[in-house]
């Protein structure tokens, strides 16, 4: 199994997982054409996809999908809460136009999930997780093929026990590194609101969240961590990295790990990970 990140922020987030058999594109945020042309970019044929899995309906990470669908003909899996708040009227003159034009492109064409159960794709295993986060029904997942066990999650505002748990005897984990704490509260650009949400446990992780998880619960098994989801206004990619590195550094000697914290990027993809 390999993944790469295709691109990751506040402004999309999508990510491809291939085995020798199956391709999935998880969430599809980024516009329809960025997808396409980040698929091209990483050599793969946007016609060999065989699912797009949509974890939360947020702009950030099914924006993209309406008119992804227009090119890409593959079921969309995704449970019926993310799916009912996905096709839900926006406000706005537009609103009611999109909702129809959803409607059509997920007619006949969608896989019922549940976000706290099992499910196959291919010759991929997932194991989702709920996690807490201002949306319908978000989730994040374990992939899992031939005892390689890659971790995805993004969009959540605290860890909990549950995930805790299962990010461990992972090969890979992506996680979200959102904000630096002073970043967001220095912010000029967010509303008081924005951050409210943002910081809120509901909302997004902190540079400073990820790193005591780092220190106190990761079990050290992964070869690599990729930072995903970074504010472009209220984090520094290098600011990220240093934090997740400097507590890797910090845990207690017994519990020294090799794990490789590499950034994603909202413009282009990552290099493969590939665990095969
Ligand atoms: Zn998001
Ligand atoms: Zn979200």
């Given at each position: 199994?390999?993944?790469?990140?295709?691109?990751?922020?506040?402004?999309?987030?999508?990510?491809?997982?291939?085995?020798?058999?199956?391709?999935?594109?998880?969430?599809?945020?980024?516009?329809?054409?960025?997808?396409?042309?980040?698929?091209?970019?990483?050599?793969?044929?946007?016609?060999?996809?065989?699912?797009?899995?949509?974890?939360?309906?947020?702009?950030?990470?099914?924006?993209?999908?309406?008119?992804?669908?227009?090119?890409?003909?593959c079921p969309v899996f995704l449970s019926d809460k993310t799916q009912d708040a996905y096709l839900r009227p926006k406000n706005g003159a537009n609103g009611e136009r999109e909702t129809r034009l959803r409607q059509k492109v997920l007619k006949d064409n969608t896989v019922s999930i549940e976000s706290d159960e099992g499910f196959t794709i291919g010759d991929i295993d997932f194991e989702p997780f709920s996690v807490p986060h201002d949306a319908a029904d978000n989730f994040g997942f374990v992939a899992k093929n031939s005892g390689v066990r890659v971790a995805t999650l993004m969009d959540f505002g605290h860890f909990t026990p549950l995930m805790k748990e299962k990010l461990t005897g992972c090969d890979a984990i992506v996680v979200e590194s959102n904000h630096a704490i002073d970043m967001l509260r220095a912010?000029?650009?967010?509303?008081?609101?924005?951050?409210?949400?943002?910081?809120?446990?509901?909302?997004?992780?902190?540079?400073?969240?990820?790193?005591?998880?780092?220190?106190?619960?990761?079990?050290?098994?992964?070869?690599?961590?990729?930072?995903?989801?970074?504010?472009?206004?209220?984090?520094?990619p290098n600011l990220a990295k240093l934090t997740a590195e400097y507590a890797l550094e910090t845990r207690e000697p017994l519990f020294r790990t090799e794990t490789r914290i590499t950034l994603s990027r909202h413009d282009k993809p990552t290099e493969w990970l590939d665990y095969r």
């Open positions: 199994m390999r993944f790469t990140v295709l691109g990751s922020g506040s402004t999309g987030n999508s990510v491809l997982i291939t085995t020798e058999n199956t391709r999935v594109l998880v969430d599809a945020g980024l516009s329809a054409k960025q997808i396409l042309l980040r698929l091209a970019e990483v050599g793969e044929d946007f016609e060999k996809l065989d699912a797009v899995l949509i974890t939360h309906e947020h702009s950030d990470h099914a924006g993209g999908l309406r008119v992804l669908l227009k090119t890409v003909r912010c000029p650009v967010y509303s008081w609101e924005l951050k409210e949400r943002i910081s809120s446990p509901t909302g997004h992780i902190s540079n400073e969240d990820v790193a005591e998880w780092l220190t106190e619960d990761y079990d050290g098994s992964a070869r690599d961590i990729v930072l995903a989801h970074l504010s472009q206004k209220a984090n520094e």
